[in-house]
Nanobody, 116 residues
């Protein structure tokens, strides 16, 4: 199965920034939607941001205006620029890539920790 390689997580102080990236281990044909989700311990995974192949984006209300999702189609890579980070942004962040025929692949997760 396809492996999604994530990077960019880490620990920062409130108000700081991080940039996450995610790319599949192999080229994927006809990627439709790329997105980022996050999950706190004991909580359900929630949508953070998604971006379509045409560049349309949607964000969770809690991150709107602070986070920016983007993609590099040539590299099959999705990014999440995270600015003005808050302690409540602390979570494990997972990338997701969806393509045709019901294909969906998840990253292993990268830890983001924001201290006050």
């Amino acid at each position: 199965q396809v492996q999604l390689v994530e990077s960019g997580g880490g620990s920062v102080q409130a108000g700081g920034s991080l940039r996450l990236s995610c790319t599949p281990s192999v080229s994927i044909r006809s990627i439709n939607v790329m997105g980022w989700y996050r999950q706190d311990p004991g909580k359900q995974r929630e949508l953070v941001a998604i971006i379509s192949s045409g560049g349309s984006t949607n964000y969770a209300d809690s991150v709107k205006g602070r986070f920016t999702i983007s993609r590099d189609n040539a590299k099959n890579t999705v990014f999440l620029q995270m600015n003005s980070l808050k302690p409540e942004d602390t979570a494990v962040y997972y990338c997701n890539i969806r393509a045709g025929l019901g294909f969906s692949s998840w990253g292993q997760g990268t830890q983001v920790t924001v201290s006050s």
